[in-house]
């Protein structure tokens, strides 16, 4: 019998034969239409409830094929293949190192705190790694559990949080496509890098390798699948020589560890190391609060055509930044200059974020080194970044941010500014509104890719700098392991 004749019969209070309901009532218990209305879920949930296979997984086939991949297993709509495997090429083994490696160097927290960091490094752990959220004075929504003061170092911590949550991880080595070595090798070498011998800077980067090369994962492939993060530049780890007076450690010029690729927030040029962003301020936990931070700054008013938040370099020979401060406090009407050996001003996220957030252009010059995380803060508010050396992001970011630079930043050689052939603010009073225009929403639509979402939460459709990294390194560990 139909079950819709069924039903109507019910509802008609004229049972058929067939089936006898308990004392036969003879009134009508509610119309046909009302009737259907109330029975149809319920025939439709042990419909589903049969058929429950095959409707639920053709619902995560959807899912896969429409959304972000949950990395669980593919389905196709309609056919079932449980053989597929969306994570196939994309398993990630996370070493189980040892907590001398990771943990017990943010145990004890006050080591690793210097005395010019704004918090203590105890307080910079907070949030997973994302340190204390930022109270705005006028708490508005756009504000609130996405920002906070993050310390550039707590890289390591925050990319190892994110790797904790990766979708395809897998504790079968074998069936690892990379191996991440959750070593936190800038906040290691911070204990050590002012007053201690080299020997005590190198120890724990040798430790490492030895143990690390001792395992069945390391022969597989020597090593070239590995992969580790820092939060320090590559510069600090290949110390060259061994007068203690020199910097850093030797950790990536030991053998083993030229096998491992370094991610890293600025490179040496040296093959095995990538660089990935700065960490910034914000680290939001869903697609909406990036969409709406866009939407925010496409609306803000640009008084300023140009700014800069730093300060002289006055023992560094040869620094393009007294030029460039000059000629912003010469142009004072169109730059705004925030004096960062003043007060600590820079150290105020909402006090830079507002300066940048106010201006059309944010000048990038070099500074104790090539990179500065001023350049990822700069985006993030919309601001078009000004570099003078290639080497600031050109040659960097080179998974992050486009290949062609003219359509997200204004280059300007410091050679030429030096000598006098131009200055600041004739190169960029050249730039039309139009031309502004566009390479602001390049700069805002680069915002999703340069952020490191929150590790407690995960955004929906959005690849993240995080997500790009790791993109980068299953492709780049393909080509490097292929035979
Ligand atoms: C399932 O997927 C595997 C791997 O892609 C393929 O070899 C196989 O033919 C598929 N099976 C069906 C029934 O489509
Ligand atoms: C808070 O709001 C006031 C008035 O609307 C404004 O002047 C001030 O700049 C705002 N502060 C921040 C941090 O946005
Ligand atoms: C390096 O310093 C540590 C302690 O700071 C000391 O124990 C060690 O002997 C020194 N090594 C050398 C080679 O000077
Ligand atoms: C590094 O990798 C190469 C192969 O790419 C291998 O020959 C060499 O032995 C490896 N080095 C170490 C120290 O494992
Ligand atoms: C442009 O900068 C120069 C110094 O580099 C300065 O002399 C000049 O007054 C500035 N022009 C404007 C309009 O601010």
Not at 92 to 107: A, G, S, W
Not at 351 to 362: A, G, W
Request: charged share 25%; proline share 4%; hydrophobic share 35%.
């Amino acid at each position: 019998m139909k079950l819709h004749v069924l039903i109507s019969e019910f509802c008609a209070g004229n049972p058929t034969k067939n089936i006898k309901w308990k004392n036969q009532p003879k009134r009508k218990y509610c119309s046909n239409h009302f009737c259907f209305v109330l029975f149809f879920p319920v025939v439709l949930f042990f419909m589903l409830l049969c058929f429950n296979h095959l409707f639920f997984e053709n619902i995560k086939g959807f899912v896969y094929f429409h959304g972000k991949s949950t990395g669980s297993v593919t389905y196709f709509p309609g056919k079932l293949n449980e053989t597929e495997d969306s994570c196939l090429g994309r398993y990630i083994y996370i070493h189980d190192l040892p907590e001398r490696f990771n943990e017990d160097v943010i145990k004890d927290c006050q080591l690793i705190t210097r005395s010019t960091d704004k918090y203590s490094m105890c307080k910079s752990l907070e949030n997973s790694g994302l340190g204390p959220g930022i109270e705005a004075l006028n708490a508005s929504d756009l504000w609130k559990n996405s920002w906070f003061s993050t310390n550039q170092f707590m890289l390591e911590v925050i990319f190892h949080n994110r790797m904790k949550k990766y979708d395809c991880l897998t504790d079968d080595s074998a069936l690892a496509s990379a191996v991440f070595v959750p070593y936190y090798s800038g906040l290691d070498l911070r204990r050590y890098l002012w007053g201690f011998n080299t020997s005590m800077r190198d120890l724990s980067g040798i430790d490492l390798v030895a143990w690390l090369a001792r395992k069945s994962e390391w022969k597989r492939n020597s090593g070239m699948d590995h992969f580790l993060i820092s939060g320090r530049i590559a510069r600090d780890f290949r110390r060259k020589s061994n007068r203690k007076s020199d910097w850093g450690s030797n950790f990536r010029l030991l053998p083993e560890s030229e096998n491992i690729t370094m991610l890293t927030i600025e490179t040496g040029y040296s093959k095995n190391d990538i660089a990935v962003p700065y960490p910034t301020y914000f680290h939001p936990a869903n697609d909406f609060q990036v969409h709406q931070w866009q939407e925010f700054l496409r609306k803000q008013n640009r008084p300023y055509l140009f700014s800069f938040a730093g300060a002289r370099r006055s023992r560094q020979k040869g620094s393009i930044r007294a030029e460039i401060i000059d000629q912003c406090q010469a142009s004072n009407k169109l730059c705004n200059f925030m004096d960062c050996s003043l007060f600590n001003q820079c150290d105020d996220p909402l006090n830079l974020m507002s300066l940048f957030r106010s201006s059309v252009f944010c000048l990038q010059p070099p500074g104790d080194s090539l990179t500065r995380r001023s350049t990822f803060d700069s985006i993030l508010s919309g601001c078009i970044p000004v570099f003078f050396h290639p080497g600031s992001a050109y040659t960097q970011y080179v998974w992050h941010l486009p290949k062609d630079h003219n359509r997200y930043s204004v280059f300007i050689s410091s050679k030429d500014l030096r000598v006098g052939k131009v200055t600041i603010n004739q190169t960029l009073l050249q730039v039309s509104k139009d031309e502004q225009l566009a390479m602001r929403e390049e700069v805002i639509k680069l915002i999703p890719g340069i952020v490191y979402g929150d590790p407690r939460s995960r955004l929906e459709t959005i690849d993240d700098a995080f997500d790009l990294a790791i993109n980068g390194i299953l492709k780049r560990i393909k080509l490097l392991t292929k035979n």
